[in-house]
């Protein structure tokens, strides 16, 4: 005789049965020694062959079979610039396209639209090309006086320097501010990229970004914008300035915005003095160093309401178990916050920008 199978132990076979295989994955909170980062980051954010179940579908179905475009100054390649190689994707793309830069100086403006999702930027780790160009905010606009411009969801760069060549600002030319690169579409990833400039460097303007690896360069408000972005084992290079010297100025205007920005096993170095973590250019800033490496280039303060003492209220300074002359928290503004470890958690963690859904390792070609 057949034992019957009870009809609920029966029902909970068939759903484990048919239920999507969704791979395990580790922990997404940052390893605190900086030495077990990399294996960490590689154990999570794995290729997309390893990654079934775990990306959004519209992620996963775009990475499949990407595109390569060859760039080569001089010729060789598909294209001999960067924008005619971008101007040969076709508006409302969906599948990536990897436009790979040969080395060499690329004195290019580039604006990558929103109806172009799914471009990277590639180019050779042995020998990063340039891109460069010397736009000004007093013929552009500052976000707009960009080197590089990515509008789209998705955009990625990998191994370039980019450059905002103008010179420095003075204190006497209007409009001198120069961005080197501006990221304002979401879910993008910057990997190992130097970006310089001197004022206003990076645009980090809006939606999750990723930067890792990175070094960025500059004086005076150097990140700035109102995305939502991790920078995790990247060096901020602190320029010196005749007058003020800033990192950040995030530009969250209320506590009900959802953006921000995470430092994590960074490094703050430099030949500036008296340099401020970050600024109230905006009422409610929100941004947290943790597990980071600051040199004396930091003042002692560590952060400025921008001469706005009514923001000493509103803005979300956070510092996580920084390490280094300019880390001591004993002269630090009364406004700002050495945090617990229950309150640096989803500062320290993949989570902050919802990664597992969406990021992937830079290309390999």
Not at 5 to 15: E, G, N, Q
Not at 64 to 84: L, N, R, Y
Not at 315 to 330: L, M, T
């Amino acid at each position: 005789m057949v034992a019957k199978v009870p009809r609920v132990y029966a029902t909970i076979c068939m759903v484990l049965l048919f239920a999507p295989v969704v791979l395990s994955q580790g922990s997404t909170e940052i390893p605190a020694v900086k030495s077990k980062v990399n294996a960490w980051f590689a154990s999570i954010i794995k290729p997309l062959k390893e990654r079934a179940g775990t990306l959004d579908p519209e992620v996963a179905k775009s990475e499949a079979q990407p595109k390569i475009i060859k760039v080569k100054k001089g010729g060789g390649g598909d294209f001999d610039t960067i924008t005619k190689a971008i101007a040969s994707v076709p508006i409302g793309n969906n599948k990536r396209v990897i436009i790979f830069i040969a080395p060499g100086v690329y004195k290019e403006k580039i604006t990558i639209d929103r109806n172009k999702p799914f471009i990277t930027l590639l180019g050779d780790p042995k020998s990063m090309p340039t891109v460069t160009f010397d736009g000004t905010a007093k013929k552009y606009g500052t976000v707009d006086s960009a080197t590089i411009i990515a509008l789209s969801n998705y955009f990625v760069a990998a191994y370039l320097n980019i450059e905002n060549s103008s010179p420095q600002p003075d204190g006497k030319r209007v409009g001198a501010q120069a961005v080197a690169l501006r990221v304002s579409g979401d879910r993008s990833a910057i990997y190992d990229c130097k970006l310089v400039g001197f004022q206003d460097t990076l645009c980090d303007d809006r939606g999750n970004h990723f930067f890792k690896n990175c070094i960025i360069r500059g004086t005076v408000d150097f990140i700035f914008g109102s995305g939502k972005s991790l920078y995790l084992d990247s060096e901020l290079y602190v320029e010196p300035d005749l007058g003020l010297t800033v990192i950040t100025a995030q530009a969250r205007e209320s506590s009900s915005e959802d953006t921000g920005y995470s430092f994590v096993h960074g490094k703050i170095s430099g030949s500036a003095k008296g340099a401020f973590l970050g600024r109230a250019w905006k009422s409610s800033p929100r941004v947290v160093y943790a597990y980071s490496e600051m040199s004396k280039v930091v003042n002692p303060a560590g952060w400025s309401h921008n001469s706005q003492p009514e923001r000493a209220k509103t803005v979300y300074y956070g510092e996580y178990k920084c390490i280094g002359e300019g880390a001591s928290p004993s002269k630090r503004a009364s406004f700002a916050k050495q945090l617990t470890e229950k309150e640096a958690k989803p500062f320290i963690s993949l989570d902050f920008i919802g990664a597992t859904k969406w990021l992937l390792p830079p290309p390999k070609i």
